[in-house]
């Protein structure tokens, strides 16, 4: 037997479209003709075989038909209403072909998907502040934006901070120059307390409200930390010697867990979400992936996975709004790559080369969608759609690498620092559609009486 014959024609039966079969279907036999061989039932075979035999014998004998008979002839067939010249005819009409979808299924399916109108996205950032002595390091981070509207930055050994409902300005703090300079700041989940990392490895947390120091974290590194973030009560630090520390800031014995497995200074350190996983991502190349139930204090955690596709530092890292355990890294100069991880398994599930150095990554809260910040050659922000990763837009104005990148707590502005001392302010996810519905009139734009920072 022909496995391959059977194999084909089961598949050309499963090809085949249910809907266009459906509507294909008769109802029942007497429906189902064909519209170029004419109904039986219509037909009349008594008079067929008259025209075509007795009808001849009289065309071929004219003598032998008198006038009176051929009189009695006509009257007899228009009494019997046999003067007709078809001898096979349609009683009905044929049934009219059908369509494979009807027409008003298609106009209702048309109707009910209307077309979503693109969104404008401006080319240009909407207002651009002076941002003096912001120290032009690729492995820190510097730039934070707070739920409660306030955005912080560090210029050298001061942290500034700035209201972006009424405009003020204020200044947390300045360190002394054998602490600083600052190189990481990070907001609480409350909006209020900020947490300072310096250059000579303390970590301070500030209360923003007050402007008071609130205490300050010894111990956790040897060197400067670069790498800051919150999982509720946990300060989770990275430093320069390669150490992560989870530091529980109710206690007095605030270290809880370490996490070793970069040999090089951790740039890049992001929570998921759930707060069931952390991603790091360090000098030495390496992206990885701890798992939060196996953390232990009295010895250092054993990573969940360690991924070393990227060929450069990978310091920019974002978990994607919409799905719990989709990461986005990017690398370096020397990788210019973006690629997405499934960090259930380890798997990497795509790869962009983007021709530059990738220096921040940021998720639309609002669309699928991921703005990156690059270097050398444009210094520019790319707008990417997911999961096609077609570029959306390419926003140009920095002359320097840009940096550091923020997200406001609303989701539609974004501030990018760069080496070149500005501190520049897009609008490019736009306003989110509930926000739109709930407030019409449009929200003053940020930051709208500050023309410098200092």
Same mark, same amino acid.
């Given at each position: ?221 040897? +060197?400067? %930390?670069? *790498? @800051?973030? !919150? #999982? ?9 010697? =390669?150490?992560?520390? &989870? ?108 021709? +530059?150095? %990738?220096? *921040? @990554?940021? !998720? #639309? ?9 690059? =270097?050398?050659?444009? &210094? ?75």
């Amino acid at each position: 037997m022909d496995a391959g014959s059977v194999s084909s024609s089961a598949t050309k039966s499963q090809s085949r479209c249910p809907l266009q079969e459906q509507f294909l279907q008769r109802k029942n036999s007497r429906e189902n003709l064909d519209r170029f061989i004419p109904n039986r039932s219509a037909m009349d075979f008594d008079y067929a075989h008259y025209m075509l035999t007795e009808a001849k014998k009289g065309k071929e004998n004219p003598m032998a038909s008198s006038p009176s008979r051929e009189a009695y002839r006509k009257h007899l067939a228009e009494s019997f209403n046999m003067n007709r010249t078809r001898i096979l005819a349609f009683k009905n009409k044929p049934p009219t072909p059908m369509d494979a979808i009807p027409s008003d299924c298609s106009t209702s399916v048309q109707q009910s998907k209307p077309a979503k109108a693109r969104r404008y996205i401006p080319q240009t950032s909407e207002r651009t502040l002076d941002a003096p002595d912001l120290v032009d390091d690729y492995y820190l981070n510097l730039l934070d934006w707070g739920s409660s509207n306030v955005l912080a930055i560090a210029l050298g050994s001061t942290v500034y901070l700035w209201d972006a409902t009424d405009g003020n300005t204020s200044e947390l703090v300045t360190v002394e120059d054998e602490a600083g300079p600052v190189t990481s700041v990070k907001w609480a989940p409350d909006g209020r307390h900020i947490s300072v990392g310096l250059n000579n490895s303390d970590v301070q947390l500030w209360d923003s409200t007050s402007n008071r120091l609130l205490r300050t974290l010894k111990g956790c590194h040897q +060197s400067r %930390v670069g *790498a @800051l973030d !919150w #999982n509720n009560h946990i300060l989770t630090t990275g430093g320069m010697d =390669g150490q992560i520390v &989870n530091n529980d800031v109710r206690i007095r014995s605030h270290i809880v867990d370490t996490y070793s497995g970069h040999h090089q200074e951790v740039c890049g350190l992001k929570w998921s979400a759930s707060g069931q996983q952390l991603a790091s991502g360090g000098n030495d190349n390496l992206l990885h992936i701890w798992d939060r139930s196996t953390a232990s204090s009295n010895s250092p955690t054993q990573w969940l996975h360690r991924l070393e596709d990227h060929t450069a530092a990978v310091k920019a890292l974002a978990w994607c709004p919409f799905q719990g355990n989709l990461l986005a890294s990017g690398g370096g100069g020397g990788d210019k790559c973006i690629k997405f991880w499934n960090t259930h398994t380890g798997a990497c599930l795509n790869s962009v080369d983007t021709g +530059s150095q %990738v220096c *921040a @990554l940021l !998720w #639309n809260k609002n669309e699928r969608e991921l703005l990156s910040s690059h =270097g050398f050659t444009q &210094n520019q922000l790319t707008l990417w759609k997911y999961p096609s990763m077609v570029k959306m837009a390419e926003l140009t104005g920095h002359t320097s690498r840009v940096l550091f990148m923020a997200q406001s707590p609303d989701g539609c502005t974004v501030a990018s620092a760069a080496g070149d001392e500005t501190l520049r302010f897009w609008n490019v996810f736009g306003s989110p559609e509930v926000a739109a519905k709930a407030a019409p009139k449009a929200a003053p734009e940020p930051f709208a009486h500050l023309n410098r920072i200092r």
